[in-house]
């Protein structure tokens, strides 16, 4: 199953380059649970690009992996876009790292 934007769906996302100008970037990382997976999505999914064109990002659990897809118009957007989220990423990660593994609700 995968989740976008903290909301289930019953298909994979399509795939995000489909022109030969997009420039395009993938990122698998695995968690060790699918719940730690989904707390990530959960904190990383509501930033909107402050850029309303040129780039896309799509968010998704599947299993205890959180994917992220990228394809922007210029390189240079998309490495902005990566490392922005990378910095994210690495926040919420020694986050959950100093709480702790999720308790059962």
Known sequence: ???????????P???L??????????LDVPFPSSR????????????????????SKHLS???STLSVRWSADEARI????????LDHLSL???TM???GPPVAL
């Not at 199953?1 to 298909?11: D, G, I, Q, R, W």
């Not at 999914?45 to 850029?51: A, F, V």
């Open 61 to 63: 659990v599947s299993g």
């Open 97 to 99: 790292e100093m709480f």
């Open 17 to 26: 380059c489909l022109t030969v100008d997009a420039r395009c970037f993938s």
């Open 36 to 55: 730690e997976a989904t707390i990530a999505l959960r904190s990383l999914s509501p930033d909107r690009e402050p850029r309303r064109g040129g780039i």
């Open 13 to 15: 996302p399509p795939p």
């Open 78 to 85: 998309l490495r902005v876009s990566v490392n922005s989220f």
């Open 1 to 11: 199953m995968y989740f976008v934007h903290n909301k289930p769906k019953a298909s």
């Open 92 to 94: 919420v990660i020694e």
